[in-house]
């Protein structure tokens, strides 16, 4: 069906940047929005940035003006630009697709990827 890769993940001091790829593979057709989640450690996922099919997004209060979230829909492809990092944006980062359209398929699904660790040293 679909296959989500991730890269861009690693180690970075505190101010520093990483920009995270994740690229859909599959007989897709469509996909309504795509986003970025983390799950820090012995907490819950949580929603990082998100952006729609018609490049509106929204992003968590506490990345806001730091992280910028974009797509290449020609790829079904997602970035997160992740800039002046702190120790607290430590987690595995998830991205999300929303209602991907798959040829032989009727009904639009959800994916996820596998995750990619960033880990923000002080």
């Known amino acids: 069906q679909v296959q989500l890769v991730e890269s861009g993940g690693g180690l970075v001091q505190a101010g520093g940047s990483l920009r995270l790829s994740c690229a859909a593979s599959?007989?897709?057709?469509?996909?309504?929005?795509m986003g970025w989640y983390r799950q820090p450690p012995g907490k819950q996922r949580e929603l990082v940035a998100r952006?729609?099919?018609?490049?509106?997004?929204n992003y968590a209060d506490s990345v806001k003006g730091r992280f910028t979230i974009s797509r290449d829909n020609a790829k079904n492809a997602v970035y997160l630009q992740m800039n002046s990092l702190q120790p607290e944006d430590t987690a595995v980062y998830y991205c999300?697709?929303?209602?991907?359209?798959?040829?032989?398929?009727?009904?639009?699904?959800?994916?996820w990827g596998q995750g990619t660790q960033v880990t923000v040293s002080s």
């Open positions: 952006i729609t099919s018609g490049d509106s997004t």
């Open positions: 999300n697709v929303e209602k991907a359209r798959v040829v032989g398929y009727s009904v639009p699904r959800d994916y």
């Open positions: 599959g007989r897709i057709y469509r996909i309504d929005s």
